[in-house]
């Protein structure tokens, strides 16, 4: 009998054994997190390791994949994201840990962090060989070259609607690829769309990338055999290329004159002294090549296509760039670099484009490779760390109207893209700054200056600059949405009096 009645009160316990118990469970719970609590701020008082940052709940398996679900622009949705759970924020995607920079003093944390020894002498290469100064100001005639084949394009193109977009793409691959290569080769014309494939592909969503233990999912998603066989493609090209340099460096007697080297032949003198840290393989200058394309040209594409819709989508600010480099070349009758240091308001007006359509929003994920601190926030070994410059570069915390296309904002400030300013990153800073920068610049400042001094540029017929859609698409850099189409109407500078 009293085993029956044990039992029976196992499974239908009284009204009053039941609220017991439930207070009892409710007192215990809460007695465990006041200790939890109390425990935490005893830690935190004591040196300890501060808390994770923030985040959105994780779902099992998948994380937060799903709060970024639907979103084209992960640069957006991560900003928005960031204005509720703080400008240091963690999230779990798939696998794969990230924590995302939206402020500009937890940047500077990120970008001054140390790098490996690898990664130090090819940083020193493209500083001091690649990109310096000196060597950009080498390729001075190659600019103004492609840059006056290009007006010779918009010229025949002259009344009828053109495609603006792919012109920026054309003269800054042009100018690239002869920086590079020296001159035209015969895989050329297959490399540089090769090229813009694999920009595509890499800079694209990609699975397998959050799911790393799961081994099978490259394979399965064709993501492998794609990259692949775009790799094996690029590496034969840039192949013939590389052994076509090397053979005329062993025909050449005491030097080559006035020949001005291309990025090819400084790599190949650099790997043939020998007196690198690491040796520079043709595998290590083929990757040089892939970065200088898709990076270089990529960015300097991007930046004119914005810099031109936006002097497109604000009249005003078109025709006062116009005006300023009609009036400092007007005399000379066309654009050299000779006098682009006089066009102040241009400059203003590509650095507003930079701003407010950084190429590149997210910045290159770096991976924690122990504990650290960020914000005041523990990151664990093995997170993949990204500062959102886009995010940055329009936070009303540093910018006044942050949404506004207003070149005049920098009139005398000092802040400015070349590193210093960490609210403005579009090439990132310090030792992860864009070693290409000054390079990149060149390779939109002439052109852009030529097309303006040589045409006027209008919608087509029937849109008005209301009209001009601004959409983006992202794909690694944020590019235009959709084609920036114009009619250009060429200038005819005898028949206007300049002031």
Not at 5 to 31: E, G, K, N, R, V
Request: glycine residues 8%.
């Amino acid at each position: 009998m009293d085993c029956c009645s044990y039992s029976q009160t196992l499974c239908f316990p009284s009204p009053i054994l039941a609220t017991t118990t439930l207070l009892f469970l409710t007192l215990s719970s809460i007695l465990i997190l006041l200790q939890r609590r109390r425990r935490r701020e005893s830690n935190t008082s004591a040196g300890a390791s501060p808390p994770p940052p923030p985040g959105p709940t994780k779902l099992p398996i998948i994380g937060n994949l799903h709060q970024l679900a639907g979103s084209s622009l992960p640069h957006y949705r991560l900003r928005d994201l960031s204005t509720q759970y703080g400008s240091v924020m963690g999230l779990q995607l798939g696998q794969v840990p990230y924590v995302v920079i939206s402020s500009a003093e937890s940047a500077k944390q990120v970008i001054f962090a140390p790098h490996g020894a690898y990664w130090r002498q090819m940083r020193k290469i493209s500083v001091q060989e690649l990109f310096s100064a000196r060597r950009v100001g080498s390729f001075r005639s190659v600019r103004e070259e492609e840059s006056a084949n290009a007006v010779d394009r918009i010229h025949a193109a002259a009344g009828r609607v053109l495609n603006f977009s792919k012109l920026a793409c054309s003269v800054t691959n042009g100018i690239v690829a002869r920086v590079t290569f020296g001159k035209k080769y015969s895989g050329q014309e297959e490399f540089i769309p090769l090229i813009e494939e694999i920009t595509k592909v890499v800079g694209g969503f990609n699975v397998a990338d959050l799911f790393p233990a799961l081994k099978f999912l490259p394979a399965a998603t064709g993501m492998r055999r794609n990259l692949l066989k775009l790799r094996n493609e690029a590496s034969r090209l840039l192949e013939a290329i590389i052994d076509d340099h090397r053979s005329c460096r062993g025909s050449r007697t005491g030097g080559g004159g006035d020949e001005v080297d291309d990025l090819v032949d400084v790599l190949l003198k650099l790997q043939a002294n020998g007196e690198l840290d690491f040796p520079l393989t043709d595998d290590n200058i083929k990757a040089v090549i892939m970065d200088i394309f898709t990076a270089g040209s990529d960015t300097s594409s991007t930046t004119m296509n914005w810099a031109m819709s936006e002097m497109i989508k604000n009249p005003r600010t078109l025709r006062e760039a116009q005006a300023e480099v009609r009036r400092v070349f007007g005399p000379k009758g066309d654009v050299d670099e000779s006098l682009l240091h006089e066009l102040h308001y241009l400059k203003l007006v590509t650095k507003e484009a930079l701003r407010l359509h950084t190429p590149a929003p997210l910045l290159v994920p770096r991976e924690s490779m122990e504990d650290c601190e960020i914000g005041g926030f523990h990151v664990k070994a093995k997170s993949n760390v990204i500062v959102n410059a886009w995010a940055i570069s329009r936070d009303p915390k540093y910018w006044n109207d942050p949404e506004e296309f207003r070149p005049e904002r920098f009139i005398d400030s000092s802040v400015d893209f070349k590193g210093s300013n960490f609210e403005f990153l579009p090439f990132g800073a310090g030792r992860r700054m864009c070693p290409g920068l000054v390079m990149g610049m060149a390779n939109v400042d002439l052109p852009l200056a030529k097309f303006l001094y040589h045409f006027d540029w209008k919608l087509a017929a029937g849109m008005k600059y209301e009209d001009l859609d601004m959409d983006e698409s992202f794909g690694g850099t944020s590019t235009r949405k959709n084609n920036l189409m114009l009619i250009p109407i060429p200038y005819h500078h005898d028949n206007h009096a300049l002031k």
